[in-house]
């Protein structure tokens, strides 16, 4: 199935989809947004990282920031922080640079090396529309953790991109029935931006009004 532009969701919800699928609802279904250390930290990480579309050639690597990607198989575009290009015989021709190149995408994430699913995620997403954007293979790209530098290679095999377009197709489905699911109160909760406007408790069966009574005597 190919997905049409009017129907492309945002990449970078992968992650938020794979942390809690209420709350990539919540944001990309119901538009709500709450800052918090985290988010904040992130977002001015980011911006350093693409801040702006620009190219530079170190050697026998191209490295694009703010590089735009889309991908019709997975309904998905979006931004990549960083994208180099490594020179390769068995890569694709570049506009502007001589010789062959494979693309290499990088993620950058505040924090320390953790490895997570909703990382390796939206890392093997943008690996994907850069497949089809390029006609190549991209077998491996990185994510970049800015608190100890540490860049944790991640290779793109069959299971993380069965993972990721089982993931994609969910999203879409969820995001044309416009359906806020709703989920458990976790641990996860606690490091959540939206918890305010969840209510994760709520979800957990309790009624309404039994929770109202509970927050009043607390
Ligand atoms: S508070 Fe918990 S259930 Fe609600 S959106 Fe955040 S992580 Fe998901």
Redesign the pocket.
């Known amino acids: 199935m190919e997905f049409n532009e009017d129907d492309f969701l945002q990449l970078s919800g992968i992650q938020h989809y794979v ?5 990539w609802a ?1 944001i990309h279904i119901e538009n709500q947004w709450a800052e918090n250390e985290r988010t904040v930290d992130g977002q001015f990480f980011h911006k350093k990282a693409h801040d702006g579309l620009s190219v530079e050639k170190r050697g026998d690597i191209i490295v694009s920031r703010g590089l735009y990607i889309h991908s019709r198989s997975l309904g998905f575009s979006g931004q990549c922080d960083i994208v180099e290009f490594h020179r390769n015989d068995n890569g694709v021709t570049i506009h502007g640079y001589d010789g062959k190149w494979i693309p290499y995408p990088i993620e950058y994430k505040r924090g320390k090396k953790k490895y997570t699913i909703e990382d390796i995620s939206q890392v093997c997403a943008q690996a994907i529309c850069l497949e089809e954007m390029y006609c190549c293979e991209i077998k491996e790209g990185a994510i970049f953790y800015g608190e100890n530098r540490r860049r944790q290679v991640i290779e793109f095999d069959d299971n993380i991109r069965n993972e990721v377009k089982k993931i994609a197709k969910e999203m879409h489905d969820v995001f044309s029935r416009g359906y806020t699911p709703k ?4 641990k ?2 606690d ?5 305010e ?4 408790e709520l ?1 957990n069966k309790e009624s309404v009004e039994s929770y109202m009574k509970r927050m009043v005597q607390e």
């Open positions: 942390f809690c699928r209420r709350q919540l989920v458990k109160y976790t996860k909760c490091m959540c931006s939206l918890k406007n969840c209510l994760p979800n």
